[in-house]
């Protein structure tokens, strides 16, 4: 056979010069010589027209049929010798191409085939490991050794710029004196090729003819008949001046052809040469070298129309990290180091797992809003050279004189060539969006990535275009694009103390730093919680040591919670994560476990506080952070240079080299995510008086005067209150209480109300009392110094409230069961009930007082608001004059001073009255 290739990849190819008498060429490229043939006479078969060992040639050439006169191919010229009848049987390759068979066994010419020695087979000829290899070892498994294997021949062998070329052509003499057909590897019942090499017959070939030009060299391994036979050429070994392939052989195809023939006894056979085997050196440009993203010596060129060679992390995985500093910048930048190639750069879609709508993936990549294509940019900081660039990738003799008044031009290279993707992985606004919120069961608020995706691109040089011949050099690779992103806390709206924010933002997810109130004396908690938008990764809550948490604070461990399992086969066929599972899990394709746990991507951690006394009006602030345990997007991924204009034009981009990680929150040890801040603010008390507690002035004015009664009782409310705290209410330790007085606690609690009551007495007429009263709030605690409860005041007390209490002269209150007959002697000795009657049977325009009707019958009432007896007039009040002293008044009222005195009892002696004194009398007592 016989195969010819448009330059352009077409294969549609007719071939010229064939035909009776000379060849006849089929459109599968089989060459029939018709002197090989029996000929027809007279519609039964004759004998060849030519003898034994006669030599053909036959020239081919190749035109494409797509192009009207273009221009013929090269011509292929080689030569056929026949055989004497009776000689080899040729062979035949089996229909699957697994072996060979002959139609009548015995002698054959030579095969070309490849040789192995020594490997472990399956049965089915399949290889057991590379890792298997002693022959004791692979036996005892059950399996097939083989010391020598042999295989199809090689036919075509491609040469790198600067390397020694070699092509191997080995072949072989097999026996079919008892076998019809045999495998090139073992397998059940059959027979491998190798089993029937001859021990006899040994191999020589012809190879003269491609050292003949000079430019070539070939040399066997012996001259002697050899079973198998081994000859290597060498390309271009033949030069003087460039022995090695060079840039001027970028695109050529020498085709070597050589036949074979055994040491046969039977010159019938040993003269006949086999068909020969021809190997096509090709002379291969250098692909562009992929300087951006990093590849490993894994990572495969693209074969398949689909991502199914990449799905195992064969290709380093590209990051796109949320929370960055800047955008995600994928960088595909690449090299062609043949002079005069020009690079180009094309991002590939396939199926739907590209990464983004504007991708190639409309239903299932993410918003084109989020994504950005640069052009194709040559990295020289000069925009005229990216145009030249891109006209040259189409015609590479564009000669820069096209481009007038740019002669710096002149030295242009345009052999590097760069795109670039920017991503903004944050919520889209339309479209897909990367990441979204989420509500789990409880009502917890979280964020979580979509799918990851792929991004596949072809880098290509114009290698055709340059040296007219060949095809140009390419190579495609899919990377896997991960996203990620650290924890985020949690928000709850039914649990406001669950990882406190100060409300939810337009993304469903919380927002702003909440402050809440707490008070002295009373235990208050509340929760970090963080959940990481990547299932598989592990988390921990931490809490900043600036500002820490206040004094008797206590920090809880963290709190795992363990969300199970989910597939590790995305919906797109993409794998969640390379995990490899044990020996006796099951597994899917690649040993990837099918599914990955998350024991702690989502936790939290509480604070408890007691707020202590003395901090009341004060403000702490507590801050906690979460963090993952991968450290890809620190080492694995690249953001947009922060000194790049914030213009993303795609027909400008920023040359700068970008930034590796994320931010400085993206560490080797885990990703940081935002801090939440919680602000407590400790209640300080705002107490105040209530308005019917009777001293209701402020002190700081002057306490409130009111009037007492010998035989009235006295009784105030006294009431203070306090939104937040329990209150208290006190006699204030500077007031001196009179004999019988008492404060009597009615409630406790926010509102404390206390009783004041007091009842005077005979011999307190005249006396003048001051009752403070102190109002304040109160908390019960327990401190780290202590565990036993502890009471104390907080905050500022109220305003000290007092009551002035003057007890008056001549006026007694007596029960409803009194007559004026029985109370005249209580009074005074010079008391009757007819002077007591007197005194109070006529309106002496006290409000306090009541008219006595009957001397008999006394009435009660309210006295200040409080149940009293009826309050009567003992008679008249009189204020000292000027140096007058008592007997000077008992003598003018006709009475005694013993009697003034009996009424008067504050007047300890007749001296000790002074100016304006007022004195209760009974007049007219003799």
Request: proline share 7%; glycine share 8%.
């Amino acid at each position: 056979p016989i195969t010819a290739v448009d330059e352009d990849g077409a294969t549609r190819v007719r071939y010229l010069y064939g035909g009776e008498g000379v060849a006849v060429v089929t459109t599968d490229g089989k060459v029939t010589v018709p002197p090989l043939l029996f000929r027809l006479a007279g519609g039964l078969p004759a004998n060849p027209a030519y003898t034994t060992n006669h030599l053909f040639k036959a020239r081919i050439k190749a035109v494409d049929p797509v192009l009207p006169n273009s221009a013929l191919s090269t011509t292929i010229t080689f030569m056929i010798k026949s055989c004497a009848m009776g000689g080899p049987v040729p062979l035949n390759t089996l229909p699957d191409g697994s072996g060979l068979w002959t139609k009548s066994g015995g002698q054959t010419t030579p095969v070309f085939v490849t040789i192995g020695q020594a490997r472990c087979a399956e049965t089915t000829g399949l290889m057991v490991t590379p890792m298997i290899a002693d022959r004791i070892t692979c036996l005892s498994l059950g399996k097939v050794w083989e010391p020598v294997w042999i295989e199809p021949p090689q036919t075509l062998v491609q040469c790198q710029l600067g390397v020694e070329c070699m092509a191997k052509v080995e072949a072989v003499q097999i026996d079919f004196t008892s076998q019809r057909q045999c495998w090139w590897s073992g397998r059940a019942g059959g027979t491998r090729c190798s089993s029937l090499m001859s021990s006899t017959l040994g191999v020589v070939m012809d190879y003269d003819l491609i050292s003949a030009n000079g430019e070539h060299t070939a040399w066997p391994d012996s001259t002697s008949f050899r079973n198998p036979g081994v000859v290597r050429v060498y390309p271009f070994k033949g030069r003087a001046a460039f022995p090695l392939p060079y840039v001027a052989d970028i695109g050529r195809r020498e085709t070597f052809c050589l036949a074979a023939r055994n040491n046969a006894t039977e010159t019938r056979v040993s003269d006949c040469w086999s068909v020969p085997h021809c190997v096509t050196v090709q002379v291969m440009g250098r692909k562009p070298r992929t300087l951006s993203p990093s590849i490993s010596s894994t990572c495969p060129d693209r074969t398949r129309n689909d991502i199914s060679q990449y799905l195992k992390g064969e290709c380093p995985d590209i990051f796109l990290c949320a929370n960055s500093d800047t955008f995600s910048e994928i960088v595909l930048h690449a090299i062609d180091d043949d002079e005069g190639e020009t690079v180009n750069i094309k991002i590939d879609t396939l199926g739907l797992t590209n990464l983004g709508q504007n991708l190639g993936d409309p239903t299932n990549g993410y918003s084109a809003g989020l994504l950005n294509t640069s052009v194709l940019v040559y990295p020289l900081n000069n925009p005229l050279a990216d145009v030249y660039c891109r006209a040259r990738t189409v015609d590479p003799t564009l000669p820069v004189a096209l481009l007038p008044g740019v002669p710096a031009l002149s030295t242009v290279q345009c052999n590097s060539g760069m795109m670039k993707v920017t991503f903004d992985l944050d919520f889209a606004t339309s479209g897909n969006s990367p990441i979204t919120a989420m509500t789990d069961p409880h009502g917890y608020r979280y964020a979580t990535f979509g799918e990851d995706k792929v991004l596949c691109y072809t880098m290509t040089d114009n290698q055709a275009a340059v040296w007219g011949r060949g095809l140009n050099n390419f190579y495609s690779r899919c990377h896997i694009v991960r996203l990620r992103g650290p924890p985020v806390f949690e928000i709850n709206p039914m649990l406001p103390l669950d990882s406190p924010f100060l409300g939810i933002g337009p993304n469903g997810l919380g927002t702003g730093e909440a402050s809440i109130d707490v008070l002295l004396g009373k235990s208050f908690n509340f929760t970090m919680r963080a959940r990481d938008p990547n299932f598989e990764d592990s988390i921990n809550v931490l809490f900043l040591q600036d500002p820490g948490v206040p004094l008797d604070g206590k920090l809880t461990d963290q709190v795992c919670v363990d969300h199970g399992t989910r597939t590790n086969l995305q919906a797109n066929g993409i794998y969640k994560t390379y995990t490899n599972c044990s020996a006796n899990a099951a597994q899917l394709p690649g040993n990837f476990c099918p599914t990955v746990s998350s024991p702690c991507s989502e936790a939290y951690r509480q604070v408890v506080w007691t707020p202590q006394p003395g901090s009341e009006g004060s403000v702490f602030r507590v801050c906690a952070i979460a963090k993952d345990d991968k450290g890809y997007c620190a080492s694995s991924f690249t953001r947009r240079n922060p000194s790049c204009s914030p213009s993303t034009d795609p027909a400008a981009p920023c040359l700068l080299d970008p930034v590796q990680g994320a931010s400085e929150a993206a560490t080797p040890q885990g990703f940081y995510g935002d801090s939440l801040c919680v602000n407590l603010q400790v209640t300080a008390p705002v107490p105040y008086w209530e308005n019917y507690t009777v001293p209701s002035d402020n002190a700081t004015v002057g306490a409130v005067e009111t009037l007492g009664h010998v035989g009235c009782d006295i009784r105030y409310a006294v009431a203070a209150t306090d939104a937040n705290y329990d209150m208290a209410i006190e006699i204030h330790q500077d007031t001196i209480m009179p004999r019988g007085a008492t404060l009597f606690s009615v409630r406790s609690g926010s509102t404390a109300e206390a009783s004041f009551r007091w009842t005077p007495q005979r011999g307190m007429e005249g006396s003048t009392h001051t009752i403070c009263f102190r109002g304040f709030a109160k908390v019960s605690f327990k401190s780290h110094l202590s565990p036993e409860f502890q009471e104390t005041t907080v905050g500022d007390e109220l305003p000290v409230r007092c009551v002035r209490i003057v007890v008056r002269r001549c006026k007694y209150c007596v029960g409803s069961d009194d007559t004026l007959l029985t109370k005249m002697k209580e009074y005074s000795v010079d008391m009757n009930w007819l002077r007591l009657w007197a005194a109070n049977g006529n309106d002496d325009g006290d409000p306090l007082t009541m008219q006595v009707e009957d001397p008999g019958v006394l009435s009660t009432g309210l006295l200040g608001g409080v149940e009293n007896g009826q309050l009567l007039n003992i008679g008249p009040i009189y204020r000292l004059l000027p140096g007058e002293t008592l007997h000077q008044v008992a003598a003018r009222f006709r009475t005694t001073v013993k009697g003034l005195l009996d009424l008067n009892p504050d007047i300890r002696s007749e001296t000790s009255v002074r100016e304006g004194q007022d004195l209760c009398m009974i007049p007219c007592t003799f």
